[in-house]
């Protein structure tokens, strides 16, 4: 099932026990790089993110 948005949405993901998984560059990548994947395929649309040491925000 498929539901239409008409407003955009704020979602905070965080790390199990707020550890600060990532903090490297090369694990934000993976975050950012996945999150290009699914723009260029049209799964989601992003407007704005963030990618903190033990979380990142997502709009």
């Known amino acids: 099932m498929v539901y239409a948005k008409q407003h955009s ?3 905070t993901v ?3 026990e707020w550890k600060h998984l990532l903090h490297e560059d ?3 990548n993976i975050v950012s ?3 290009a994947f699914l723009v260029g395929n ?3 649309h ?3 993110f963030v990618i903190m040491g033990n979380h990142f925000h997502l709009i």
């Open 42 to 44: 049209q799964r989601i």
């Open 33 to 35: 790089d996945s999150l």
């Open 14 to 16: 965080t790390c199990l």
């Open 46 to 48: 992003v407007y704005a």
């Open 9 to 11: 949405e704020f979602l």
């Open 26 to 28: 090369r694990f934000k």
